[in-house]
Nanobody, 121 residues
Framework: VQLQASGGGLVQAGGSLRLSCAAS????????MAWFRQAPGKEHEFVTA????????YYADSVKGRFTISRDKSENTVYLQMNSLKPEDTAVYYC???????????????WGQGTLVTVSS
């Protein structure tokens, strides 16, 4: 399975963006799909995750209420709807696949190439 993230761009504070992560190949019902982000000079930060099979979702406190993760099983795609964006959301966003839910980058075994989100003030 390969992951292809897209949808990043430049947006003003308060604006919205939707990121997509298309998974080529088979995605297992037991998989967990997540989004991480990495701002310049910082470590990878957990953003959100979804259990592919049952759809349970998890969010970092910093994005709760503003971001929404969803998945389309027919399209084998995970989405990240980002609303009320803030300059501190500026980062490269990565999608990731894991066998179990976790908030650490190293708990996932496959990652997409990243898409840059820049939020101007």
């Amino acid at each position: 399975v390969q992951l292809q993230a897209s949808g990043g761009g430049l947006v003003q504070a308060g604006g919205s963006l939707r990121l997509s992560c298309a998974a080529s190949g088979r995605t297992f019902s037991s998989s967990v799909m997540a989004w991480f982000r990495q701002a310049p000079g910082k470590e990878h930060e957990f953003v959100t995750a979804i259990r592919w099979g049952v759809g349970s979702t998890y969010y970092a406190d910093s994005v709760k209420g503003r971001f929404t993760i969803s998945r389309d099983k027919s399209e084998n795609t995970v989405y990240l709807q980002m609303n009320s964006l803030k300059p501190e959301d500026t980062a490269v966003y990565y999608c990731a696949e894991g066998h179990h839910y976790g908030r650490s980058w190293n708990e996932y075994h496959r990652w997409g190439q990243g898409t840059l989100v820049t939020v101007s003030s």
